[in-house]
């Protein structure tokens, strides 16, 4: 998430948003071709989650962009509850989608989600004027009481000795 998030910092986001659920929803189509040629599914699993994991962080960052000091709170709200939904209909569907489409249908449903929040993030490219660099909160790593912040110093300090 790391080198995406500090590329959004120079990119515009939805940019790089777009860019990410294109390459996923690829992805997801070379699931449905996993037998008629030989990919090494660790590979594309890694590819897979590689580009699903910065989603919602980008898409929150863009978010907090545009908001204001006074509905911050109430957008990042907002966002947890379209996601939380999300969670709760997502696997319900893609069930749906394995019941009547067999085996691929999962990669299917993947591909289909992901190809419409790519029309999504266009039609926003082409509606709305993108965030001033003014209004963009910069990439920061994670502070530095972050447990995986400290389990890397202690890992650190066992090499070291």
Do not use: W
Not at 6 to 16: H, T, V, Y
Not at 60 to 73: G, L, P, R, V, Y
Not at 104 to 119: A, C, E, K, P, R
Request: glycine fraction near 6%; hydrophobic fraction near 45%.
């Amino acid at each position: 998430q790391y080198p995406i998030g500090a590329l959004s910092d120079k990119m515009e986001r939805r940019s790089i948003t777009n860019l990410l659920t294109l390459l996923t929803s690829s992805i997801a189509y070379l699931f449905t071709l996993k037998s008629q040629f030989n990919f090494q599914l660790e590979t594309l699993f890694f590819l897979f989650g590689a580009t699903v994991m910065p989603q919602y962080s980008l898409v929150m960052t863009h978010a907090m962009d545009k908001a204001t000091q006074e509905n911050s709170s109430q957008i990042s709200s907002q966002m947890l509850l379209l996601y939380s939904v999300g969670a709760i209909f997502g696997p319900v569907t893609c069930g749906l989608f394995i019941k009547y489409l067999g085996g691929n249908g999962q990669s299917f449903y993947l591909m289909l989600i992901f190809v419409l929040m790519t029309l999504f993030g266009i039609q926003q490219r082409v509606t709305r004027a993108p965030v001033d660099s003014d209004n963009k909160e910069k990439f920061k790593i994670f502070p530095e009481l972050s447990p995986v912040i400290f389990i890397f110093k202690r890992i650190k300090k066992s090499i070291m000795e």
